[in-house]
T-cell receptor, first 114, second 114 residues
Framework: DTAVSQTPKYLVTQMGNDKSIKCEQNLGHDTMYWYKQDSKKFLKIMFSYNNKELIINETVPNRFSPKSPDKAHLNLHINSLELGDSAVYFC?????????????FGPGTRLTVL | AQKVTQAQTEISVVEKEDVTLDCVYETRDTTYYLFWYKQPPSGELVFLIRRNSFDEQNEISGRYSWNFQKSTSSFNFTITASQVVDSAVYFCALRTGNTGKLIFGQGTTLQVKP
């Protein structure tokens, strides 16, 4: 069974569109995250939710909105997509928000904005 | 400020050679955690190891070993008798309780040639 899953794996869309990426974890973890990996492979956190509560909100354009319907799911909605949004987006989860807990990552979603 | 530096952008070795990937970190916190992740060509992020700031014992897992030295703020990763399957991007990361954020280094691309 996949521990952290994301859909879709690939997403190709036009500038200006709105799209969503879904993430689900079956590990029973309380905390979930979204990361962005740019074309130079640099990984940076975007958001984190703990038990459906937003706890980390990095300097991300407000076109990006995370939604956590329950603690097993964390979706990422992006409005008015721009060329610079092209990247790989990773979802992750950890047992709780404490620093010592390992974050386990999903397979990633490669977003291409044309 | 928290920072992780992986000065080696790319390393190329021939199979069966030993290789060390360097990681230097910066933090003012006394409690922190260090991680290594592997990103193979397939793109997923695979957790390799976690180490806390109070445990400076080196760790060995098969062909992998890690050397943690607080005196030099380094957490280096050595692969012994490298194999082609070790070809990947390797990330070192830092997390402290104060921010809860996982801070990644720039990654080191390791190519193991047959």
């Amino acid at each position: 069974d996949t521990a952290v899953s994301q859909t879709p794996k690939y997403l190709v869309t036009q500038m200006g569109n709105d799209k969503s990426i879904k993430c689900e974890q079956n590990l029973g973890h309380d905390t979930m995250y979204w990361y962005k990996q740019d074309s130079k492979k640099f990984l940076k956190i975007m958001f984190s939710y703990n038990n459906k509560e937003l706890i980390i909100n990095e300097t991300v354009p407000n076109r990006f909105s995370p939604k956590s319907p329950d603690k097993a799911h964390l979706n990422l909605h992006i409005n008015s997509l721009e060329l610079g949004d092209s990247a790989v987006y990773f979802c992750a989860s950890s047992r709780n928000r404490l620093a010592g807990n390992t974050q386990y990552f999903g397979p990633g979603t490669r977003l291409t904005v044309l | 400020a928290q920072k992780v530096t992986q000065a080696q952008t790319e390393i190329s070795v021939v199979e069966k050679e030993d290789v060390t990937l360097d990681c230097v970190y910066e933090t003012r916190d006394t409690t922190y955690y260090l991680f290594w992740y592997k990103q193979p060509p397939s793109g997923e992020l695979v957790f390799l190891i976690r180490r806390n700031s109070f445990d400076e014992q080196n760790e060995i897992s098969g062909r992998y070993s890690w050397n943690f030295q607080k005196s030099t703020s380094s957490f280096n990763f050595t692969i012994t008798a490298s194999q082609v399957v070790d070809s990947a991007v390797y990330f070192c990361a830092l997390r402290t309780g104060n921010t809860g954020k996982l801070i990644f280094g720039q990654g080191t691309t390791l190519q193991v040639k047959p």
